[in-house]
């Protein structure tokens, strides 16, 4: 059977039901074994604000590679899960540690809201994620690259205010994406989108995801999300993990789907009846 390639991904059409992203990520480790994803271990974790105490022991590993979403009520702990993850919070307790040494490249954050440089140009705010290699030679064309990969090639040279939603978050996943991160954690990134525009993201992270084989941890309050992009579901209660989930739906899942629909309802169920108990 021949193979259709576009960017590195295997078309869908000419492989039927073989898992795309899985070829992807493998064809991605083959060519490049220094690029992939970090292993993630985290250990009695503990995190106090004041009295309030918002992580109560968190113990946690995840291969690397792994797409993890992280749900639960607000205030529930799972924003300062990430923040700790991602070196943005210091430590009360316990560790977190990703199988090695690591540069400050290799952890990248992508928050809700772009926060874009409004003095910049869009191939400039990407280029701002390179950090201190940003003034190396070869800095434009890996941030042109990066704008390719989330497809706003033609909006190099605009202004930040002339993009919509959409493309502003865009430009945010290119600046993160540029400096070829390990770890990609992401906090609500896509909660401020309307829901066409909020589709069309997630296929993108899924897609970029795929290709790279970076380890993925989104913090999310749409449980349809989480199971439509993850390969695992935490499920925090009061500071710790009440339910680790493995979503063992073949990819490319199809949304609205029984099988997505039923793990979607069994986790909305827990998260409603925590809500309404005593």
Known sequence: MQEALHFGLPDAEAVGRVDYIEQARRLRRASSASSHGLPLTIRALRKSFGDNEVLRGIDLHVPAGQFVAIVGRSGCGKSTL???????????????????????????VMFQEPRLLPWARVISNVEVGLGRDRASVGASARAEKALIEVGLRDKRVEWPAALSGGQKQRVALARALVSDPRVLAFDEPLGALDALTRISMQRLLERVWGEQAFTAILVTHDVSEAVTLADRILVIEDGRIAHDVTVDIRRPRERGSADLAALEGSILRHLLNTADSP
């Open 82 to 108: 990430l923040r700790l993850i991602a070196g943005l919070e210091s430590i009360d307790a316990g560790t977190v540690s990703f199988g090695g040494e690591t540069q400050p490249e290799d952890i990248r």
